[in-house]
């Protein structure tokens, strides 16, 4: 990360390091911190997920269906008498890594695609972008259950259709930034020592591009944590009786009127999961973003 | 002003061919082999035969493609399986039950979500300010399926004002089709309004602090018509245009929203021909949502130059 050229930092008496000085103002903000906070906290008990689940959450007990939130059950239970606390600890493991895969394929896809446009440009560029364009023109979450409808019902197969509709945006946004850093002179410079294309598109241009990705990505987190769970909700996402926060929705609005608890938990759950990606995301842009200074 | 727009329209064209075969492309994704999959339940040899004859499934793939293309030229976006019907009539039949609930969401949206951004940007870093942006998170982090199941919980089951699911034609009775939209309709607009609520703030402050505003303040204008006349006319040609963009939203939202109140219109259609493995209409529908977006976005592209003079050329 020493290669990171920030021109902001070129007035500074003394060059503080540009992730440092990020850090430093994503600390200042509070609703970031607090997104952060919850987000460590959601990673923590999904990792920990079989140590802190009070009970299996698949285990039934037909003595226990429906039953209100008590001491022994905190969030109530379900209609085959299933601990919904245990079963929204789990479901975090399906939220979460379907937020973290689907943007790991998003990204992995979108930023080599999005610096190829940009920094070869000519018919390369033309055509990925067309490409980009028409992927956009489907509606998200239209093209993620059309997409997850011909793969087939499965938490991957959701995870693949989000990952892939999600990829555009990625290569939209790492395609600009490459065009804004490739006329830069760190970059010429770069050039002009006689740096190969891709030793300069990985070396130089990349790294200082992460701001922005980094920002989108946290965001984008946020779009596939909803995406999945509307998946799930619509049974194309993690199959039953493996927990999702969606398909545990999907199953509570029948029970509204007798079990509320069962529809409150799994979608508060989510709220919260979303927000604090939405949270995080915000703050990040703001310490990255030299303009908000 | 004519050059940008048939620029703007020749562009359209390779993004058009680009999503069909996009939509057409889907089909390959099916495991195994499509007409048995197509057929569901059926599995007489004459039935999987007459379906490979129908999409051509024995010819080679751009053949195929060549041959949905030209039917879909012709308005015919192939045939439903288990509804026995052409899935040009379906969408036909289905599409105005959503644009009622997406232009009830639209009033919604803007009802709530230009107020609240004025009122932020004016009121910047005050509690009104942090209630304004605290509702737009809300709105933009809320999971669209739950907030229907909690109103349908309040509203219908708790309270009992409202039909809990079920739709009625507005030529039928408008008193209760409104009943009947009313909560889908809050739902759908309630994230619009964040998203138009957060572009309208930085539309306002932006023009808050332009020249002409200022000359207007000097000239003695009292605040409200400073913020009404001047900075909200110019403020709201970016926050149209970009509103314009949410229609994706909306059609996404719709997908979730008819689920979970019943109601039969192109969202439904989508997930009712996505569990009836209806490949067919699965297609149509996302090929008409596409190129219906494909169409606002031009259409919101040249309304952003006509109302920029300076962008005209």
């Known amino acids: 990360m020493t290669a990171v050229t920030v021109a902001e930092g ?147 197969n959701a995870m693949i259709a989000i990952g892939v509709t999600a990829t555009p945006i990625f290569v939209r946004l790492t395609r600009g930034q490459t065009l804004a850093a490739k006329v830069e002179d760190y970059v010429e410079a770069a050039r002009a020592v006689g740096n190969p294309h891709w030793r300069i598109a990985l070396r130089h241009v990349l790294p200082n591009i992460v701001p922005p990705l980094l920002v989108q990505a946290s965001l984008a987190i946020a779009g596939a944590i909803i995406a999945e769970a509307a998946l799930s909700f619509l049974g194309l996402g993690q199959q039953p009786p493996a927990p999702s926060w969606g398909s545990m929705l999907n199953s509570a609005q029948r029970f509204l009127a007798q079990a509320p608890w069962m529809a409150f938990w799994p979608g508060f759950a989510i709220f919260v999961s979303v927000l604090s990606f939405n949270l995080l995301g915000d703050g990040l842009r703001d310490a990255l973003d030299p303009r908000h200074k | 002003m004519l050059a940008f727009l048939t620029q703007r329209l020749l562009q359209v064209i390779p993004t058009l061919i680009l999503v069909s075969m996009l939509i057409f492309g ?108 605290i509702f737009a998170l809300w709105g933009i982090s809320t999971p669209n399926f739950w907030l229907g199941i909690l109103m349908i919980f309040l509203f219908s089951v708790t309270l009992a004002w409202l039909p809990a699911s079920g739709y009625v034609r507005l030529g039928e009775d408008w008193r209760a089709s409104l009943a009947t939209t009313i909560m889908p309709a809050f739902v759908l607009g309630n994230a619009i309004a964040a998203i138009l609520m957060r572009h309208t703030r930085s539309a306002m402050l932006q023009a808050m602090g332009a020249d002409y505003v200022r000359t207007a303040r000097a000239k003695g204008l009292v605040e409200r018509r400073v913020v009404l006349k001047h900075a909200l006319r110019n403020a709201m040609t970016p926050v149209i245009t970009l509103g314009a963009l949410e229609f994706g939203t909306l059609l996404s939202g719709a997908v979730l929203t008819e689920q979970i109140f019943t109601i039969p219109g192109f969202g439904k259609l989508i997930v009712d021909a996505v569990f009836n493995r209806d490949y067919a209409v699965v297609q149509g529908v996302v090929l008409v949502t596409a190129s219906t977006y494909i169409a606002l976005n031009l259409l919101a592209d040249v309304a952003y130059v006509l109302v920029n003079p300076r962008l005209r050329g």
């Open chain 1, 10 to 156: 070129a007035g500074e008496a003394r060059e503080e390091n540009p992730w440092a000085r990020a850090w430093r103002r994503l600390r200042r903000r509070k609703g970031a911190m607090v997104g952060l906070a919850v987000v460590v906290f959601l990673v923590a008990v999904a990792a920990l997920a079989p140590w802190v689940a009070p009970y299996d959450p698949t285990a039934t007990s037909w003595s226990a269906v429906r039953k209100a939130p008590s001491w022994a059950h905190w969030m109530g239970t379900d209609e085959v008498g299933r601990d919904v606390l245990s079963r929204i600890i789990w479901g975090a493991r399906a939220s979460l890594s379907a937020g973290l895969v689907s943007v790991g394929i998003a990204l992995g896809i979108g930023v080599p695609l999005g610096l190829l446009a940009g920094y070869a440009g000519g018919w390369i560029d033309g055509v990925l972008s067309r490409i980009v364009d028409a992927m956009l023109a489907v509606p998200f979450l239209i093209l993620a259950i059309a997409l997850a409808a011909f793969l087939g019902p499965s938490l991957s």
């Open chain 2, 26 to 133: 889907l089909q390959q994704l099916l495991p195994g082999d499509p007409a048995l999959i197509m057929a569901g339940e059926e599995r007489d040899p004459a039935v999987l035969e007459e379906i490979r004859q129908q999409y051509r499934l024995n010819e080679p793939i751009p053949v195929q493609y060549f041959y949905w293309v030209k039917g879909v030229l012709s308005g015919n976006l192939g045939e439903s399986m288990r509804l026995k019907s052409s899935v040009a009539s379906l969408v036909a039949e289905k599409l105005p039950v959503t644009l009622q609930l997406a232009a009830m969401a639209i009033v919604i949206a803007l009802g709530i979500g230009i107020p609240a951004g004025i009122v932020s940007a004016v009121k910047k870093d005050t509690a009104w300010d942090y209630g304004a942006n």
